[in-house]
């Protein structure tokens, strides 16, 4: 019997998800947990996973974290990502991430269905070009603040945020070398990253990002606080 572990926090998305996975086969077991947290309980005590069905944001830890983190706890079996988002960057640093196969949910359930039989078989699934969704370019004026932006966010290292938030500060790069305690060359490197992986060309739309950003994140804790 297969055994395959959907670990997604949208209790009637995983309802979905089960619903396809026994119909395609008898044979395959399926168990269930809503948190990044029951989901590594559940690779400790199930040797015989043969496939990780993972949501890409999931409480306790989001975006590429949650596959690294199985990936440590668990080489030996891959992992999926199933997410509402599209974005093609998203996409490839997951799979750079170790992910086998990226399923977009709004996929119809046959489609889905048949993605996961395909990796079950031992081979591999991404979205068609059409589907995976090229970033929108990023202007001078405040840009939207969706689900693929914050994704970006969080492919953030610690080292990356520290420069975004000096360059929010107007600091050159010279010294935040300083600050930071880094050669220059270092900074330039970190500089490059960061804006490919938010998507941006210039310091100037990065550091916009950044300031809605943290704005978006200040509004999201004083909804949460007030609920």
Not at 34 to 55: C, K, N, P, W, Y
Not at 99 to 110: D, E, M, N, Q, T
Not at 139 to 145: D, L, Q, R
């Amino acid at each position: 019997m297969m055994k395959v572990l959907v670990a997604d926090d949208h209790p009637l998305f995983r309802e979905a998800i089960v619903g396809a996975l026994q119909g395609m086969d008898d044979d395959v077991g399926v168990i269930e947990s809503g948190s990044i947290a029951e989901a590594f309980d559940q690779v400790a005590g199930h040797d015989d996973l043969d496939l990780i069905l993972l949501d890409l944001r999931m409480p306790g830890m989001s975006g590429v974290k949650g596959i690294r983190a199985l990936r440590v706890r668990r080489p030996d079996v891959p992992i999926a990502v199933i997410s509402a988002l599209t974005d093609s960057f998203v996409v490839r640093e997951c799979l750079d991430a170790g992910a086998i196969g990226y399923i977009p949910k709004s996929l119809p359930r046959a489609e889905i269905a048949l993605a996961i039989k395909t990796i079950l078989d031992g081979g591999s699934y991404t979205p068609p070009e059409e589907q995976a969704a090229k970033p929108e370019p990023v202007s001078e004026e405040a840009p939207v603040i969706d689900e693929a932006v914050l994704c970006r966010f969080e492919l953030l290292t610690n080292q990356q945020r520290r420069v975004l938030e000096l360059m929010a500060q107007g600091m050159a790069n010279k010294l935040i070398a300083y600050n930071t305690n880094v050669q220059i060359t270092t900074v330039k490197s970190h500089v490059s990253t960061l804006l490919q992986k938010l998507g941006v060309t210039s310091r100037t739309q990065a550091v916009i990002l950044y300031e809605n950003y943290c704005r978006y994140l200040s509004a999201t804790n004083r909804g949460d606080q007030s609920a």
